[in-house]
């Protein structure tokens, strides 16, 4: 299938109350691991390129990779932007071919994330692609001391509102108290479900949940069998995906786990033979690994199945 635009697919996911994973993908083994997890799973899929992993790809490369695994897939691929900064990020995006762009003007003032994000929405929809904008300062709830503090960095439901209505994006990252990275919670996992339900409510459109790696102990220790060393590393329980998605989140974004399965996968490999000099068997185990991880998120957000 050609790349499909997130816009065609986000009904579905809101009126049915499933996640679409988005899977960041920086080289040839991650692009063919997420297209090949989507298709066993038969689950609609984003495959996100950050503005670093274009940087290291090429926009170029990462296109005609993702466009040739589209082609082969019998499910929707969509090729999304994650974390656009300026306009002229989005604007290359949409220009090489993307299908989805996100602009983050969440470190701006509300009116210039607006400003910003309604000049991308413009230019976007345009083109026929989609938008996601970014409201509230993703990072832990108990990272905050005061209630105050904790109001002042999670998404605020009515600005979330306004921000809909002058922007008109097509879905809204939300902060609900996840953060980017392998270390999102000094204790326990605490999410605002309850804030995701109102912003829901509120704006009735599809909401996006960032930071949303689990940071699995089982791949955390066994990159510490094999030499690494990623201690205090905490992410979000499989019930809190769960719980997101019957709150309201239509897309849930994923590059930390991705990273952590690839390193420990080329750790084992690296450690039980060391001789091996064959880039195809020191990467393809972790690509097979990938794919797996992928392929269980899937079902995790209920998306399985649905393409
Ligand atoms: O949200 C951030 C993503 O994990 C992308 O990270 O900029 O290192 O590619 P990156
Ligand atoms: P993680 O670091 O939790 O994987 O989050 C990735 C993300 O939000 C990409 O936009
Ligand atoms: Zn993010």
């Given at each position: 299938m050609p790349l499909e635009s997130l816009k065609k697919l986000y009904p579905a996911a809101n009126r049915s109350r499933y996640a679409i994973g988005q899977f960041n993908v920086n080289n040839l083994e991650f692009v063919q691991a997420a297209i090949e997890a989507a298709t066993e799973a038969k689950a609609p899929i984003i495959l996100a390129a950050s503005t670093s992993a274009i940087k290291y790809a090429g926009i170029d490369y990462l296109m005609a990779m993702v466009r040739a695994g589209a082609a082969k897939a019998p499910v929707p691929v969509v090729l999304h932007l994650d974390h656009g900064a300026t306009f002229e990020d989005a604007r290359n995006c949409v220009d090489a071919g993307f299908t989805s762009v996100m602009i983050d003007g969440s470190h701006l003032p509300f009116d210039k994330n607006i400003e910003l994000t309604a000049r991308v929405v413009e230019y976007a929809h345009a083109h026929g692609v989609s938008v996601e904008g970014e409201l509230g300062r993703l990072g832990g709830i108990e990272d905050e001391v005061s209630v105050d503090a904790k109001d002042a960095h999670l998404?605020?439901?009515?600005?979330?509102?306004?921000?809909?209505?002058?922007?008109?994006?097509?879905?809204?990252?939300?902060?609900?108290?996840?953060?980017?990275?392998?270390?999102?919670?000094k204790g326990e996992a605490r999410l605002d479900f309850e804030r995701i339900s109102l912003i829901k409510k509120m704006t009735e459109m599809p909401l996006v949940l960032h930071g949303a790696s689990g940071v699995p102990e089982s791949l955390t220790q066994k990159i510490a069998k094999y030499g690494g060393r990623l201690p205090g590393a905490k992410g979000l329980p499989d019930d809190a995906y769960r719980k997101a998605v019957e709150s309201g989140i239509n897309k849930i974004n994923i590059?930390?786990?991705?990273?952590?399965?690839?390193?420990?996968?080329?750790?084992?490999?690296?450690?039980e033979n060391p001789q091996e000099i064959d880039p195809r068997k020191i990467l393809g185990p972790a690509r097979q690994a990938i794919k797996e991880i992928i392929k269980s998120k899937i079902t995790l957000l209920g998306s399985a199945g649905r393409a």
């Open positions: 998404t605020d439901p009515a600005q979330a509102v306004e921000f809909a209505r002058k922007t008109g994006v097509d879905a809204l990252a939300v902060a609900v108290g996840t953060s980017h990275g392998a270390y999102k919670f590059d930390t786990d991705l990273r952590l399965t690839f390193v420990a996968e080329v750790r084992q490999v690296l450690a």
